[in-house]
């Protein structure tokens, strides 16, 4: 394939027959009033404050009774599955535990120096910072940190957090959500059942709050299943971070843009550090970008021999690894409704992420907050109902999450034109507060942009500045079993190139090319859903399977 490649020629469809059941229920049943998928920062600030307000209503003397709330997680412990920048705006904790002081939470140390530089191969140019990117008054944080806490909040409030237990599919009568059926567990590679198989189990309930995270499958196959639109496609960005044990303290907290990123690719590095010997790097890029063989893990590899890094990682360790997928599409990809009979859909799964001022953590514990309060109300009046828990929406309409990503909403698209292009323009609609250009940006899905044919930068891997994608997954701590069945869908009789596409593409080495052909190593996978996005589908699997992250 000599010419461009379009990867939407050759991405399976998402699979909705195995996502959206009406078939009869499962061996085992296990009723909840409200079950929350997820167990990230929208899932759980969920569950606590509609613990809380069950709470405060049945000792005001007349209240709602007993609630049971449940919280499904796949991974086998809370927080080795979440992924983030991350420096938290610490707005969204201190309404979820008024009282508290900032001191009381999960955060490492306030952002008090940062710097913005435009690199060059060997050069670090110093820029303003612009008023979206500065972080005066949040903090530095690890997020696996941040869900373990909240996770023992809302035990302490009686939530069953159910770590381990991956929604597989929604269960469903008519147009009304009933709940979700979990994934099997000890299947074999064909699917057979091994001596330590479980089966699926239904988690009925009166709503089920989809918290699932960037790419949820189960909110992908309900707004395909419910035709629900939005004015732009959800676009994504792919993350690869490391955390490294430094040699030389890091005291601020910077970004990059330029190298090692070409002007047709949107992106950009992050270093912070978490402890004065512990930091986090990372390199964020668009997933339109142009050239098929373009690979984000490698030109991480390749950004930390620039100066800037260097001299912070010579002769520290690589201690965590890490990638994940961020939703950028922003307030013109966010859906046309957020809830349905029996349904709402949270945080990243709905696409609340603000890509300039990189946030999206204390939006997606907003909205589990304001998802709480609907589901409250609705549990009160004893209707579930779309149009009951459309106060959900209104509430979210009406809200900072709303406001934040409207005055945002062209500067992503901006850059679909190029870097410096979309820098103007971007600039234009910061300073306008979104007025410039005037009307939206139009944008396309990411699997629909054309990939040229590129040349494929050698990376030396020398085990101690640069690592392979083997050894970055040992140090995500994946422990898939090698037996498990495979989770992806892939297209059949790919050519060379598309196979290629995938296998650099993929930062955990999923997808390799063997004699011209695609060969999958699903074990390998760390859910990033890099590749769910423009090629193989990612399904949910067996819980405990995957990356076992601690201080991402």
């Excluded at 309404?95 to 952002?111: R, Y």
């Excluded at 060059?120 to 008054?137: C, F, V, Y």
């Excluded at 010997?277 to 991480?300: E, I, K, M, N, S």
């Excluded at 410039?436 to 891997?461: H, K, L, N």
Aim: hydrophobic share 40%; aromatic share 8%; charged share 25%.
């Amino acid at each position: 394939m000599a010419g461009p490649l379009i990867p939407a020629e050759h991405q399976p469809h998402l699979p909705r027959e195995r996502l959206i059941l009406t078939e009869a229920p499962a061996e085992e049943r296990i009723d909840m009033d409200v079950v929350f998928v997820g167990a990230g920062p929208a899932g759980l600030a969920g569950a606590i404050h509609l613990a809380q307000l069950v709470q405060r209503d049945n000792e005001s003397g007349d209240g709602i009774g007993e609630v049971v709330i449940g919280v499904l997680e796949k991974a086998a412990s809370l927080g080795e599955h979440s992924l983030s920048g991350a420096v938290v705006n610490p707005r969204a904790f201190r309404e979820l535990f008024p009282g508290s002081s900032d001191e009381d939470f999960p955060f490492g140390g306030p952002v008090a120096r940062e710097s913005l530089y435009w690199l060059s191969e060997r050069r670090a140019r110093r820029l303003p910072t612009p008023p979206s990117m500065r972080n005066h008054g949040n903090y530095v944080a690890s997020i696996c940190e941040i869900v373990r806490w909240l996770g023992e909040k809302a035990q302490e409030l009686g939530v069953d957090v159910l770590p381990g237990f991956p929604a597989g599919a929604l269960l469903t009568d008519g147009e009304r959500v009933l709940g979700v059926r979990t994934v099997a567990t000890g299947l074999g590679r064909e699917g057979e059942q091994l001596s330590g198989y479980l089966p699926p189990a239904d988690v009925v309930a009166k709503v089920t709050a989809l918290a699932e995270g960037t790419r949820g499958m189960l909110s992908l196959a309900y707004q395909e299943w419910q035709g629900i639109g939005s004015e732009n496609p959800q676009i994504y960005a792919l993350g690869v971070k490391e955390l490294w044990e430094l040699k030389r303290p890091l005291d601020r907290v910077i970004h990059t843009m330029g190298w090692p990123l070409p002007n047709d690719v949107f992106g950009g590095s992050f270093m912070y550090p978490l402890e004065p010997t512990v930091a986090a790097l990372g390199l964020v890029v668009g997933l339109d970008y142009p050239d098929r063989t373009f690979d984000v893990h490698d030109r991480l590899q390749r950004m930390k021999a620039h100066p800037l890094f260097r001299e912070y990682l010579e002769g520290g360790e690589l201690v965590e690894w890490g990638a994940k997928t961020i939703p950028e599409g922003g307030y013109y990809a966010l859906p046309e409704r957020l809830s349905g009979d029996g349904v709402v859909m949270l945080g990243d799964s709905a696409g609340f992420v603000d890509v300039p001022s990189l946030k999206g953590v204390h939006y997606a514990m907003q909205s589990g907050m304001f998802a709480a309060r609907a589901i409250f109300e609705a549990l009160k009046a004893d209707d579930t109902s779309r149009a009951r828990l459309a106060t959900y929406d209104r509430l979210v309409a009406e809200s900072y999450i709303r406001d934040d990503l409207y005055r945002t909403r062209n500067v992503r698209p901006a850059f679909t034109g190029g870097f410096f292009k979309g820098a103007i323009r971007a600039g234009l609609a910061t300073l306008t507060r979104g007025r410039f250009p005037g009307g939206r940006i139009d944008m396309e899905p990411d699997a629909t942009a054309s990939r040229r044919p590129g040349a494929v930068p050698r990376v030396p891997y020398d085990g101690r500045l640069t690592y392979s994608k083997v050894d970055a997954v040992f140090k995500s701590g994946n422990a898939t079993r090698d037996t498990i069945p495979s989770h992806v869908i892939a297209g059949e009789n790919l050519p060379p190139e598309v196979a290629e596409f995938y296998a650099h593409m993929c930062p955990a080495g999923v997808y390799e090319v063997s004699d011209g052909k695609l060969v999958v190593n699903a074990p390998n996978c760390v859910d990033c859903k890099a590749t769910d996005v423009v090629g193989p589908r990612w399904t949910p699997r067996e819980g405990g399977a995957g990356p076992q992250y601690k201080r991402m």
